[in-house]
């Protein structure tokens, strides 16, 4: 019955339009691409002076318009590249026109940071979206001299950190598992290198960076605060090329080439951190021979069978290795993704993608048969998904599609040896499957108003084999009694969720500068990352929803204003945002996470709410460019036994965020960049009072207050100076120096405070400020290009 309701509101938003359309009309298409290097450009603008209408480019670089036939001219305009004008005669026949736009080479004091097109901010229907250009986080500030992507987007309104090396990244009153991280399409469970300093994206590998925060389109699924979209690049189908740059920390390397006669293109980049091979003479005792380092691989090829069929093939592998003789732990993600663009005809458009997702942790002691330990954790998963856009009118934008997607967790694998007995402590892995149908129409009503609506339904199904386990409350907020034994399910389906889930977005151009925009979206999760410490660490366990364990949920809605001033020279926007979370889960006190096989008694739940303001000003042009954002916000929640049953902050609640971002062109040879960055302290619980145990001072909570104080204020400040060389390498390509200087005036930002006992007195407890880092941090790097 839900399939029939699905497929009935397509109907209803295909049929309609196709009846009043006329076989007077025709339709150009084509794929607009970089003249450079062949790689498809997405969000190029094509406008038809004649009927004042137009469209963007997808994320393919494909473009679709059907138009009552006639002559006409078609603009095209993408910021930094030239603007084309053609004349289209579709006065017989459909016409398909593929384009190269070339660099427009402008001048310095025209530089941009524009990562849309012109006035996109406010002409189009999407909001709480903010796309940031690789060019741009390329000349920001980094720790080490390290382009990453995930730390510059937190820079970016709306998005926080728990503080200083923490993996991952809170949007919008969301914990770090509530994001969906992807990577051409397949998801990254922990996109953190070296303990959250760095992010597994390779920036040479990077084409587009996207992330939605709200008014989600209903293609997108499976997490409830936002979306992270990364492409990677094709790889030049012009020419040969290779980039390489040597830090201090780790050296990267890319490749790429066009292939088959340029019909096809492949790029491959990897990266390897050196830190253990420097300070290997100087490693001695037990610390000899003592690893810790990362490295990844990065790599995508693509062929144009013909002017319908594209395939791509892209992958990504990377893994952390930390240990020494006595203990060793490692982690990393395994990606491979394939897909398949086919164009039925000039206005259907098919995007079908399989994907491979593995997460993987491992840690243990030394490799004495006598006395070990051994402990393997994953996720993995597989998925086919399939995504339509039909472009019916310029006015009418229609996508559907659906996902399959595999869940096989194993939470914990892991044996004990002493004195040379083995025991077995592993936990029974977890299934699932989750599936969904969605529809969605972009519609323009006139040439102020534009419409995005859509629904998506969404169906998991908890898998057999398994043990169904009730628990029951003792005391609210303690640790629930498991009833045991339980009933044992070897075959078929132990529970079901199912989830329709509501898409609208709307915008309204008060003045060809300025629009008013609103959005509503619901969102549906159940994939849930568990984690009591302050900050989420790579052995944080991924659970599947559960018969006890329900899908978390989250309704958004967002209102806001954007404006545009002196020819689009700045750009500003004020959002707020209001968000009801349910299922929210929590811990008991003192809750064990890991080989837990009565983990589910440790958990509790309860709803949340997040809302604020975010304000954000951007200047794009001259040789001064670059943001200011502001967020003023609250992210609290309410659990039964937990501070009383009132509402608490949230661990990672920040009332005011504030950043700066400013870059400047001197000359062709020399440019600046600075970011400043500035928070309210994350929430913290603190002892009330203490008492005796065996002599030694205990804190406790005695009025079990949550979260109720607070950490000093964040703040940074951070340089760099980008020098180009004009020597030539091997008789081409370019060269630059990259010096920046990380936390400027050396703030001890604190991670924590927290109370320990005195190491004289143990009757004395005294509070620990404790920060990862706790001066400047300068750098230098040497990036090559030929």
Do not use: C
């Not at 994320?59 to 993408?78: A, H």
């Not at 995007?351 to 491992?362: D, M, P, Q």
Request: aromatic share 12%; charged share 20%; proline share 3%.
């Amino acid at each position: 019955m839900k399939h029939f309701l699905l497929i009935w509101l397509l109907g209803v938003l295909l049929l309609p339009n196709a009846r009043g359309q006329s076989n007077e009309k025709a339709t150009i298409s084509g794929y607009i691409k970089d003249a450079a290097n062949g790689e498809g450009l997405i969000g190029v603008s094509v406008f038809v002076k004649e009927r004042s209408t137009g469209t963007t480019t997808n994320t393919y670089g494909f473009y679709s318009i059907t138009l009552p036939k006639g002559k006409y001219t078609l603009v095209y305009t993408y910021v930094g590249y030239q603007r084309q004008e053609k004349q289209v005669d579709l006065t017989t026949q459909d016409v398909k026109l593929d384009l190269e736009l070339k660099d427009e080479g402008v001048q310095l004091q025209d530089v941009v940071i524009r990562s849309q097109g012109e006035d996109e901010n406010v002409k189009s229907v999407e909001m709480s979206v903010n796309k940031v250009d690789i060019k741009t986080i390329r000349q920001m500030p980094a720790l080490l001299g390290e382009v990453d992507l995930v730390r510059s987007i937190q820079l970016l309104p709306g998005v926080s950190t728990v503080g200083e090396g923490a993996s991952g990244f809170n949007v919008r009153g969301g914990d770090v598992g509530q994001n969906l991280i992807l990577l051409d399409e397949a998801p990254v469970y922990n996109a953190s290198h070296l303990f959250g300093f760095f992010s597994v994206f390779n920036p040479d590998a990077v084409k587009d960076v996207k992330l939605v925060k709200g008014g989600i389109p209903a293609n997108y699924g499976g997490r409830i605060s936002s979306i992270l979209d990364v492409r990677m690049k094709e790889g030049n189908a012009k020419k040969e090329e290779i980039n390489a740059g040597i830090g201090l920390i780790f050296s990267r390397l890319s490749y790429e080439r066009p292939v088959f006669k340029g019909k096809g293109s492949f790029i491959v980049a990897g990266r390897r951190s050196y830190a253990d091979v420097l300070a290997k003479p100087f490693l001695t005792g037990d610390l000899k021979g003592t690893i810790f380092n990362f490295y990844d691989l990065t790599a995508k090829a693509n062929y144009q069978i013909n002017a319908n069929n594209t395939v791509y093939l892209s992958g990504y592998f990377g893994r952390d290795n930390f240990g020494s003789k006595q203990f060793g732990f490692n982690w990393g993600n395994g990606t491979v993704s394939g897909r398949w663009n086919h164009i039925f005809s000039n206005r259907l458009f098919l995007n079908l993608t399989g994907y491979y997702s593995n997460y993987k942790y491992s840690l243990g002691t030394g490799d004495d048969p006598k006395d070990a330990f051994q402990w393997d954790s994953q996720i993995k998963n597989l998925s086919g998904k399939a995504d339509f856009t039909y472009f019916l009118t310029p006015d009418n934008q229609i996508t559907f599609g659906g996902q399959y997607i595999h869940y096989n967790s194993a939470p914990g694998k892991a044996f004990g040896i002493s004195a040379g007995q083995r025991t077995d402590i592993s936990l029974e892995g977890r299934y699932g499957d989750e599936s969904a149908l969605y529809v969605a129409n972009e519609q323009r009503l006139g040439s102020r108003v534009t419409l995005q609506y859509g629904l998506r339904y969404s169906l998991f199904r908890s898998l057999a084999p398994g043990d169904l386990i009730t628990y029951e409350t003792i005391v609210p907020g303690e640790r629930l009694e498991p009833q045991l034994p339980g009933r044992r399910v070897e075959s078929g389906v132990l529970e079901t969720y199912g989830n329709w889930e509501p898409r609208f977005s709307a915008k309204i151009e008060v003045s060809p500068r300025s629009s008013i925009k609103v959005s509503y979206n619901r969102m549906a999760q159940y994939l849930h990352l568990l984690s009591n410490t302050a900050a989420s660490s790579p052995l944080d366990v991924w659970t599947l929803s559960s018969s006890n364990i329900k899908p978390e949920l989250a309704d958004q809605v967002a209102l806001g204003w954007f404006q545009n001033f002196k020819n689009n020279a700045y750009e500003f926007s004020i959002e707020g945002y209001y968000k009801n979370l349910e299922n929210q889960i929590d811990y008991v006190r003192r809750s064990d996470l890991l080989l837990n096989r009565f983990l589910e008694g440790d958990l509790l739940y309860g709803k949340g709410r997040a809302y604020g303001a975010e304000f954000y000003l951007k200047k794009n042009q001259g040789k001064l460019t670059g943001w200011i954002s502001y967020t003023l916000a609250r992210t609290e929640r309410q659990v039964e036994g937990i501070n009383n049953n009132n509402w608490f902050p949230a661990r990672f609640d920040k009332t005011h965020n504030l950043t700066a971002v400013g870059l400047y062109q001197l000359n062709q040879r020399w440019s600046f960049s600075a970011n400043f960055a500035a928070s309210s302290g994350t929430p913290a619980t603190y002892p009330t009072d203490r008492f005796e145990i065996d002599g030694i001072a205990v804190g406790d909570n005695y009025f079990d207050t949550r979260n109720a104080n607070r950490i000093p204020w964040y703040h940074r400040l951070d340089l760099a100076v980008t020098q180009k060389i004009r020597k030539k390498l091997f008789g081409k390509g370019e060269a630059e120096w990259v010096y920046s200087i990380y936390n400027v005036y050396g703030r001890r930002n604190p991670f924590s405070v927290y109370a320990r006992q005195n190491g004289d007195n143990s009757l004395q407890t005294e509070a620990i400020r404790f920060a990862v880092l706790g001066s400047l941090v300068p750098s230098i790097t040497y990036n090559v290009k030929f």
